[in-house]
Nanobody, 115 residues
Framework: QVQLVESGGGLVQAGGSLRLSCAAS????????MAWYRQAPGKQRELVAT??????TNYVDSVKGRFTISRDAKNTVSLQMNSLKPEDTAVYYC??????????WGQGTQVTVSS
């Protein structure tokens, strides 16, 4: 089992920055990739950024150049979000994928960007 706890959401004006963090605990040695997803009201959950155990990253086109995903040796994954736009408003979820492809989810943290 893997437990994920997110922090760092909040309200920010357009153009501002926020940093989300996700601390993993439990069977962290089973974790392969970690990721951030988001879900806006009335929309499907969307993959925002991923980072593998080897440090390779990938981003959805809409956040490239503005968001940066990182991961430290203690299996904390962060998402630095700069130049935020109102369309980035969503609940952001941390995700961990184990070596057996089992997904685990955090509880979500709200990010609201005002125009």
């Amino acid at each position: 089992q893997v437990q994920l706890v997110e922090s760092g959401g909040g309200l920010v004006q357009a153009g501002g920055s926020l940093r989300l963090s996700c601390a993993a605990s439990g069977n962290i040695f089973s974790i392969n990739a970690m990721a951030w997803y988001r879900q806006a009201p009335g929309k499907q959950r969307e993959l925002v950024a991923t980072i593998t155990s080897g440090g390779s990253t990938n981003y959805v086109d809409s956040v490239k150049g503005r968001f940066t995903i990182s991961r430290d040796a203690k299996n904390t994954v962060s998402l630095q979000m700069n130049s935020l736009k109102p369309e980035d408003t969503a609940v952001y979820y941390c995700n961990a994928l184990t070596l057996r492809s089992l997904p685990y989810w955090g509880q979500g943290t709200q990010v609201t960007v005002s125009s």
